[in-house]
């Protein structure tokens, strides 16, 4: 079992940012992969970037130049930071452990509100 606690969530103007942290109760070297997803209401679950099996960086097309993925083995934690949020951010972000190619865990979510 793996543990994750997303914190950072909050409500932020258009333009504003936020950074958005997810603890893991395991090292998170050991991961096969991370990421964080989103879902906003009435829609599916998407990527919003992620770390490959290699270590690379992946960013969905919406958030690109905008958003960094990063993360802290001292700390087992993954960040967000999003910069110059749109109101279309809104959502509820998920941090997502992969153990395995077929074995993931997920995150209680936290939510993102951006609006004037």
């Known amino acids: 079992q793996v543990q994750l606690v997303e914190s950072g969530g909050g409500l932020v103007q258009p333009g504003g940012s936020l950074r958005l942290s997810c603890e893991s109760s395991?090292?998170?070297?050991?991961?096969?992969?991370m990421g964080w997803y989103r879902q906003a209401p009435g829609k599916q679950r998407e990527l919003v970037a992620r770390?490959?099996?290699?270590?690379?960086?992946i960013y969905a097309d919406a958030v690109k130049d905008r958003f960094t993925i990063s993360r802290d083995y001292t700390k087992n934690t993954m960040y967000l930071q999003m910069n110059s949020l749109k109101p279309e951010d809104t959502a509820v972000y998920y941090c997502?452990?992969?153990?395995?190619?077929?074995?993931?865990?997920w995150g209680q979510g936290t939510q993102v509100t951006v609006s004037s």
């Open positions: 395991r090292n998170i070297v050991s991961a096969y992969a």
């Open positions: 770390y490959s099996t290699y270590g690379n960086t």
């Open positions: 997502r452990y992969r153990t395995t190619i077929t074995s993931d865990f």
